[in-house]
């Protein structure tokens, strides 16, 4: 019994990320802050979106061609930032 309990501890041990999951090429990710996107004119906001939208294009295109670990971390922050856009736009 402690055998398999060993292994349980084993197979479930949390092994710290590395750092470089968290941060991009650039610098630090920034989120896009809610109040200060409802301080934007609809075409800043339009204009952000269409970035935001070329941006996770191009992570889409990394990740397919075996991109960084930085670049498949940073897709799922780009998906929220580009929902967060659409909800203040459409507020």
Do not use: C, H
Not at 51 to 71: I, N, P, W
């Amino acid at each position: 019994i402690l055998a398999q309990a060993g292994f349980w501890l084993k197979r479930t041990a949390r092994v710290p990320l590395p750092l470089s999951l968290f941060t991009s090429d650039r610098g630090a990710m920034v989120r896009v802050k809610a109040y200060e996107l409802r301080s934007k004119t609809s075409k800043e906001l339009l204009k952000d979106l269409d970035e935001q939208k070329a941006e996770l294009a191009t992570l889409r295109v990394a990740k397919v061609s075996g991109g960084a670990a930085s670049k498949l971390a940073k897709i799922k922050i780009v998906r929220k930032a580009i929902a967060r856009i659409l909800t203040v736009y459409n507020q």
